[in-house]
């Protein structure tokens, strides 16, 4: 695909850096605003909307990788994609219509095939981004054969925009899979992790679990030949096809009965053969036990140590409706209002936090971007 670069767009945001510089004015970054519940609250001066710089900039579906404009529209991409048989491997969460690519970067979160496929991080080949200083900076490369060195691109992934600006970015892409099939079986939840963890020793094409209301729904991808044989091996019911697309979409955009912005929703991440008991509350599990929601109901300290205890950690995905409403103000862009006094991810140890702070200063040495969403 011929290569299409558009200055005008990422000149205006240059300016629009250089000019919060001058006047000391912090910068909210966004896109589509579909993953601003997700993070600490920004207090911050102005915005800084990315929507506008959009299109793809070079697509060869031979090469198994794209390049496009953070302010691209998922969607658009995921369905330029559909049509040359590919996906992006780590099944990106929307969260709204609006979603963009920068800002599935930028959160850095991936749905049920995350644990047997690849995470967003692990497929971004190479970024053009804009620092604090008003400079666009490049990292990585845009196939994968090209990426040497040390892979700065990576750090944008999950970065909340603490780093700087997206302007481009680069992801691996992979074909999708000829057949699709769930499977689904009673199971109360030790039951359920017990299968995951067997399940997890042999060589199944699974691309996503989920125990959910004592039902645990496995996927599984690939050829006639090895989805019928790993149905033999597996047994449960199968899922009617709509049925099963319909509901692993509800499981990656949050849409599941009782998942509403009514309570707080905690992500608990843990070693997969992390007990059941372990984490109490827990309603809906992924990732073969890695991945564990629960709403409400314990106090974030208790949440937090019981992670600990496992292993693991917690991070207060996303706030109750009632808890945001009433303590946002305008100036606030994320709908996490009421976060725990220490913030809605769990605490770094002091040699991580210095690290983040070093990168921070590096970057955006004068703290325009995104002030305090992913740490104080």
């Known amino acids: ?55 793809v900039i070079a697509y060869e579906p031979t090469e198994l990788a794209i390049t496009v404009r953070a302010g691209t529209p998922l969607a ?27 800002g599935m970067v930028a959160a850095g979160l991936s749905g049920p095939r995350r644990p047997y496929a690849a995470s967003v991080r692990d497929a971004v080949l190479g970024v053009r981004m804009l620092n604090g200083k008003g400079e666009v900076l490049a990292f990585g490369g845009r196939v994968m054969k090209n990426v040497a060195g040390y892979d700065l691109s990576r750090l944008m992934a999950g970065s909340l925009g603490m780093l700087g600006v997206l302007l481009e970015v680069s992801i691996k892409v992979m074909p999708r899979p000829l057949g699709r099939i769930t499977l689904v079986r009673e199971a109360d939840q030790s039951s359920a992790l017990a299968l995951m963890q067997q399940w997890a020793r042999q060589a199944l094409p699974i691309t996503g679990t989920a125990w959910l209301d004592g039902r645990l729904s496995v996927r599984l991808a690939g050829s006639d030949e090895a989805l019928s044989e790993s149905q033999r091996l597996l047994g449960g019911t199968t899922m009617a096809a709509a049925e099963a697309d319909a509901f692993w979409t509800a499981v990656r955009e949050q849409r599941l009965h009782g998942f509403t912005t009514e309570q707080a929703l905690w992500r608990i991440s843990v070693p997969p053969a992390t007990a059941a008991e372990a984490i109490p509350g827990v309603e809906l599990i992924e990732w073969g ?41 305008s100036t606030s862009t994320s709908a996490n209002a009421a976060p725990p006094t220490d913030g809605v991810f769990a605490l770094l140890s002091p040699v991580v936090l210095r690290l983040h702070r070093e990168l921070k200063r590096a970057f955006d040495p004068e703290g325009l971007f995104n002030p305090g969403r992913l740490f104080q």
């Open 76 to 102: 658009e991409v995921e369905a330029l994609l559909a049509e040359q048989g590919q996906e992006f491997p780590f099944e990106p969460p929307h969260f709204g219509e609006r979603a963009t690519i920068g």
């Open 289 to 329: 036990g890695a991945l564990r929601w629960l709403r409400a109901g314990f106090s974030a300290e208790a949440i937090r140590r019981s992670a600990a205890a496992a292993g693991g950690h917690a991070t207060l995905f996303r706030a109750s409706a009632s808890a945001s409403a009433s303590t946002s103000t």
């Open 1 to 55: 695909m011929t290569e299409h670069l558009d200055t005008t767009t990422e000149q205006a945001l240059i300016e629009q850096v250089n000019a919060a510089r001058a006047s000391g004015t912090t910068l909210a970054i966004h896109g589509g605003k579909t993953k601003a519940f997700y993070g600490n609250p920004v207090q911050a001066d102005a915005e800084l909307d990315c929507s506008s710089h959009r299109g």
